[in-house]
C-alpha cells in the first residue's frame, strides 16, 4: 500500500471514530443529580462556595434538608430558594430576615455550635 492510501484509511477511521463518538455522548447523556452538589451565593463581600453535597451527606455531616429549609413540611417537598423569603435588602424582606442575616444565623452560629467548618468572614467569603 502507498503512503497516501494509508493515510485515506487512517483518516476514515478517526472519522468514523469520532461520529461514534459524538453519537455516543449525543444519546447518552449525564443524568443531573437529584440534588446540587455545590450552590455559590452571590455577596459583595465575596461569593460563598456551599458544598450541599458533604453537608447533607451521611457520611460527612448528615444534616437533613429541614435543618435548613425550616419552611419544609413534607420532607419529600422540593426547598424554594432561600432569596424568596430572605430579601437582600431589609426592606425588601417584608417582616423576614434579610438574607445576610439569615446565613449568618443558620451558617455561623452552626459552626460555632459544633465546632466546625469557617467562622472568619473569608474563609467563606473566598470567591
Known amino acids: ?19 461514534v463518538g459524538l453519537v455516543c455522548y449525543a444519546a447518552l447523556p449525564v443524568e443531573q443529580p437529584k440534588d446540587p452538589i455545590r450552590i455559590v451565593f452571590k455577596s459583595n463581600a465575596g461569593n460563598v462556595l456551599f458544598d450541599m453535597k458533604t ?9 437533613e434538608c429541614i435543618d435548613c429549609h425550616h419552611e419544609l413540611e413534607d420532607p419529600d417537598e422540593r426547598p424554594t430558594a432561600c432569596g424568596e423569603c430572605h430579601k437582600i435588602d431589609k426592606e425588601e424582606s417584608e417582616g ?14 452552626c459552626h460555632e455550635d459544633s465546632g466546625t467548618g469557617p467562622l472568619d468572614c473569608f474563609e467563606c467569603h473566598a470567591y
Open 96 to 109: 423576614e430576615i434579610n438574607r445576610e442575616a439569615a446565613f449568618h444565623d443558620q451558617c455561623k452560629l
Open 1 to 19: 500500500m502507498n503512503l497516501k492510501k494509508e493515510r485515506m484509511i487512517a483518516y476514515g477511521v478517526v472519522c468514523i471514530l469520532f461520529l
Open 55 to 63: 453537608h447533607n451527606s451521611p457520611e460527612d455531616y448528615g444534616f
